[in-house]
């Protein structure tokens, strides 16, 4: 059964600082997406990832992909407070058909920008 | 272009009762997804439809069931509703294996009590 697990779980950041955020996977996967959550509201699109070594940026946020380490980052640049939200990673394993469209979530990252 | 747009928004329901959700996927996605999503927890998915049969299913049990619709809108049914069902459900749409992304709905908010 394919796990993914992020961390840190809870993030608190000053701004103006960077941070990470770590996405590591259990299976054999190149397809992995970022999303943001604000409190009582859907999930934003943020990076579609779909190769080794896919690398993806807007704005403060930068996303990467490594499929042979089974892992992916967001790194935070300059962090400011209209970043904070909780940040999701999501993973489709590569075993095709009914896989499809079953995006299986890490626990989400709670991120807290403070001046 | 029209997002994914999800009714009713909140619902609340007693136990045993059954419930019907709606999804209208956004212009020009054929599939659907259903996902789950407990308090503090990341969203679980249900299943998928993909020509308007059930094309992958997590491990939910049978009495969450769904539908899709020529013009790929979608409803979830739970029956026999529990305390535990008390969730945002969310409605995905994209393009069949997803390489475009998947754009989510604002949810519908079901109370169980």
């Known amino acids: 059964e394919l796990k993914v697990e992020q961390n840190p779980l809870f993030l608190s950041m000053q701004e103006g600082k960077n941070y990470t955020i770590y996405c590591n996977y259990s299976?054999?996967?190149?397809?992995l997406y970022w999303y943001r959550q604000d409190p009582g509201k859907s999930l934003e699109s943020l990076f579609v990832l779909l190769s080794n070594g896919a690398v993806k940026q807007e704005g403060r946020l930068m996303a990467s992909l490594d499929t042979k380490a089974r892992l992916s980052t967001l790194h935070i640049t300059a962090a400011v407070h209209d970043l904070s939200a909780t940040y999701f990673c999501a993973v489709i394993p590569n075993a095709g058909g009914t896989s499809y469209g079953k995006l299986t979530f890490g626990q989400g990252t709670i991120l807290t920008v403070h001046p | 272009e029209t997002g994914v747009t999800q009714s009713p928004t909140h619902l609340i329901k007693t136990r045993g009762q059954q419930v019907t959700l709606r999804c209208s996927s956004q212009s020009g996605h054929n599939t659907v997804s259903w996902y789950q999503q407990a308090l503090g927890q990341g969203p679980q998915f249900i299943f998928q439809?993909?020509?308007?049969?059930?094309?992958g299913r997590g491990n939910f049990p049978p009495r969450f069931s769904g539908l899709q619709f020529p013009n790929y809108s979608s409803e979830l049914n739970v029956n026999a509703l529990e305390l535990d069902d008390s969730a945002l459900y969310l409605c995905?749409?994209?393009?069949?294996?997803?390489?475009?992304?998947?754009?989510f709905g604002s949810g519908t908010r079901l109370t169980v009590v």
């Open positions: 299976t054999t996967s190149d397809r």
């Open positions: 439809y993909y020509r308007e049969e059930e094309n």
């Open positions: 995905a749409s994209s393009l069949l294996g997803g390489s475009y992304g998947y754009t």
